[in-house]
């Protein structure tokens, strides 16, 4: 694998896990807003 | 096995990276070396640990004898709250972090963590969080005194130091968070050629499976917070009756990431040991895939069984069956990881150097901690138990002789290796008699607390606990000094006879092919694919 593929699976890699993270947060607010 | 060792010098000698660390304090604010930053991460937590260590001497001082004695029960409070979030949030996981900085890139054949200033970060972020919350000790009002669940409406009567715990707890959550992405893109994309995923040593897939969790649980943790905030600032009513909320929604979303905190601070500690007991016993891992596949199930039950915190609140039948069931399923991958640890012992060829003797008091102590939670998680004794001094008990035997008995097994394991010095055997196996007396007399008596009715949180007691807090008293203060030994031990190192790059007779893995001490830029020519399978040969 190249060093500019590798660069490009880990800027990928994490973005997913980040977004992931991110839906976590606003998922669990949004859940408290229909809720109340 | 020669042909490792001397592939492993070639990388760590490749003259790719051959320029040194920066000179005086740019070395590590700037850090973007994985060594570097996992030494701040340990060191950090190292003084978290005494922080919070002496604020749970001031509670056990308290406790020395019935009646109200040094402190005041506001304090007593801030002291049980702010005890439990910096050892959690900055002895514990710190200092696993800080491992997986130091070992992952080691053991997996990589030159660094594939995001090393978001590495820095994630450090830096970590004392900014601490100071804020130290800080709020002398704000109007005193330090957060809820707990460290933050239950709400109580938590909302804390004084000024509110938004400041807020803050606090969200700078954690992002530190974390950083450090789990980290993690994952680490291993997933810088492993050595054909080092496959099964083939990755035990406490790297630990680690892999605990940042998962952190990335599902921490932004939960902060969605609770963001809502608690909101509600004391900003006029929502997400968990207060009185606007149409629901105090119990908090609970439940609290312990949806409480839960799997709990394995995200002992997944890490499984996988110290999986490395240390194969090394001693001169065997290779008993059953590694059914370790891995035991790791992975323990993390998804984690996400299911949350509301055995709360049985107490009130919950449908069908509930409470559901989660007492699926919390005792738990027992089940866990008795295969102990199983596991005993049959690669079977027949070993053993010996008891001090991060063998802690891996041991774990796999006893732990498993002792196990069972407390399984009697807690039977709903109908659950109604007894909780918030009685059966609980504390039982999570600080998961999470003294647990996880800090595994750190220390780690540190001592590894300090060869960090230094390039062996460490002080004598004071080493010293530490370890004295940490594991003292830790049971501490802990042990309070399950006999908890059952005769002693609830936790409470300054004062009647007289007939005097006898027991009276022994746990004694044995946390004796547990905090054999601490101290700890502490000149690893000074004490970087004098010691000088280690070899193996270190210990029986250590497989690519970390063990390099020097000792591990050059500052080390594989930076990925290791040789059949080195990488070295450790299961």
Known sequence: MSEAERKKNIRRTALIVGAVALAFYIGFIAMGVLRS | MTTAVLDGHAAADSGEHDHGPAKGWRRWLYATNHKD????YLV????????GGSMALVIRTELFTPGLQFVDPAFFNQMTTMHALIMVFGAVMPAFVGLANWMIPLMIGAPDMALPRMNNWSFWILPVAFTILASTLFMPGGAPASGWTMYPPLVLQTGDAFPFLIFSVHLMGISSIMGAINVIVTIINMRA????????????????????????VMPVLAGAVTMLLTDQFFGTSFFLAAGGGDPVMFQHIFWFFGHPEVYIMILPAFGVVSEIIPTFSRKKLFGHDSMVYAASSIAFLSFIVWAHHMFTVGMPLTGQMFFMFATMLIAVPTGVKVFNWVATMWRGAMTFETPMLFSLAFVFLFTIGGFSGLMLAIAPADIQYHDTYFVVAHFHYVLVPGSVFA???GAYYWLPKWTGHMYNETL??????????????????MHFLGLAGMPRRIPDYSTQFTDFNTIASVGAIGF???QLIFVWVVIAAWRGEKATDRVWEGAHGLEWTLPSPAPYHSWATPPKARIANEAFE
């Not at chain 2, 930053?37 to 701040?40: A, F």
């Not at chain 2, 950090?44 to 922080?51: N, T």
């Not at chain 2, 080493?428 to 008596?445: Q, R």
């Open chain 2, 407 to 409: 750190i220390m097994a």
């Open chain 2, 193 to 216: 050629p054909d080092m496959s995923l099964l083939k990755m040593p035990m406490f790297v897939w630990t680690w892999l499976i605990t940042a998962y969790l952190l990335i599902a």
């Open chain 2, 37 to 40: 930053i996992g030494s701040m």
């Open chain 2, 480 to 482: 905090g000094v054999s």
């Open chain 2, 44 to 51: 950090f937590s190292l003084l978290m640990f005494f922080f």
């Open chain 2, 428 to 445: 080493g196996k010293a530490h370890f008699w004295l940490s594991t007396i003292f830790v049971n007399v501490t802990f042990f008596p």
